[in-house]
């Protein structure tokens, strides 16, 4: 346990390659050919790492900062100690996950386990599979018949790929996850354990029971689509569940039976989204979110955490509570609630300060 770090960055960068990579503005005499290593918090950085500084209350730990080099903003200068290289940029973090993306590439999508191409002798690749060249099999694997993978693509441990299912190039698929009746696009992230394409969750109720109702649909996942560890998606009942291109879903989602989502949609932890919702582009959806079935939610619509949303959402729109309603009624209730709580707090305090039989000393 002598060398803690998990990922190691590409060869280290000259801070010119740095100004030259995020168009950020050298401050005062900066030493062009000092090579940065690493990233890492202001408080942790040392001599080889950058930073960045954006929030005042991370003030204390900008003056404190050993690091080499650090983002922040032109008005925010005069805050950083004495020996730091200053890049100024409009948007520090931003410039700070662009150096990253560069130092630590290998961290933007799950690797094999084994750390190689090729398929390993321990996985189990039908024979009708077809597998473009440059795929990575680690053990365990099972791949159906009639599979197409594109070259580039990594299958992990024990994950399954089932029959005539498509995956297309440069995609990772993790750990133990499943991938059942689905079409998938290129540079398709799906974290470990993810579920993709079973039964989606349809019973008609009948004299003897609930009636189990064939789910005969596929999974569509477009192009540069990332899902989070854990997150099922569901295949169509009678149509196809879709989710566009770019969209990045937490872990611990669960997407129902022909759900349509559409692209560069963010979809935060613990969602829950019912059958048959529609999810226009550029939409978000905070944590715990609950979408009841048949919902229209327009394009660049916000939801916020824990609200339920059972009516539809106006595209722009920012809703949240349960039943989710416009911000700026939320806003209004809250404002309300904190005032009752004062009023009742002050009023707990007066009755605090009377003597027994409720009577003043006067």
């Not at 983002?71 to 200068?77: A, C």
């Not at 662009?98 to 996985?123: C, M, N």
Request: aromatic share 4%; proline share 5%; hydrophobic share 45%.
């Amino acid at each position: 346990m002598t060398e803690p770090a998990m990922f190691r960055s590409r060869e280290s960068m000259t801070l010119g390659e740095i100004v030259a990579l995020t168009r950020c503005e050298p401050v005062g005499a900066v030493d062009l050919t000092r090579r940065i290593a690493g990233i890492a918090p202001l408080d942790l950085a040392g001599p080889s790492d950058v930073a960045f500084y954006d929030d005042p209350g991370f003030l204390d730990d900008l003056g404190r900062t050993r690091a080499g080099a650090c983002f922040l903003k032109r008005t925010q200068v005069a805050k950083a100690p004495p020996g730091v290289a200053l890049l100024a940029t409009a948007r520090p973090y931003l410039a700070l996950v662009t150096v990253a993306r560069e130092l630590y590439a290998g961290a933007l999508r799950p690797g094999t386990v084994f750390g190689r191409r090729g398929i390993d002798s321990a996985a189990f690749v039908h024979p009708e599979a077809q597998l473009e060249d440059d795929v990575a099999v680690d053990p365990g694997a099972v791949i159906g018949p009639g599979a197409q993978i594109g070259a580039g693509t990594a299958i992990g441990a024990n994950a399954v790929i089932g029959a005539e299912v498509c995956i297309g190039r440069d995609c990772s698929i993790g750990p133990g996850a499943s991938v059942l009746h689905a079409l998938i696009g290129d540079r398709v992230v799906l974290h470990p354990g993810v579920r993709i394409g079973q039964d989606g969750f349809g019973y008609a109720p009948g004299k003897a029971g609930l009636l189990k109702v064939p789910q005969v649909g596929r999974v569509i996942i477009q192009d540069n689509v990332e899902i989070g560890a854990g997150s099922a998606v569901d295949r169509g009942a009678s149509r196809d569940t879709i989710i566009g291109e770019g969209t990045k879903i937490d872990n611990l989602v669960q997407i129902g039976h022909n759900v349509t989502i559409g692209r560069h949609c963010v979809i935060v932890a613990q969602t829950g989204i019912s059958g048959s919702v529609v999810i226009g582009d550029h939409a978000q959806l905070g944590g715990q979110v609950g979408v009841a079935d048949h919902i229209t939610i327009g394009d660049g619509a916000r939801i916020a955490a824990q609200s339920g949303v059972i009516y539809d959402v106006l595209a722009g729109a920012a809703v949240g509570l349960t039943p989710a309603r416009p911000m700026r009624d939320v806003v209004l209730l809250l404002r309300v609630w904190n005032e009752i709580i004062a009023a009742k707090r002050a009023a707990d305090e007066g009755a605090a300060g009377q003597p027994a039989g409720g009577k003043s000393d006067e």
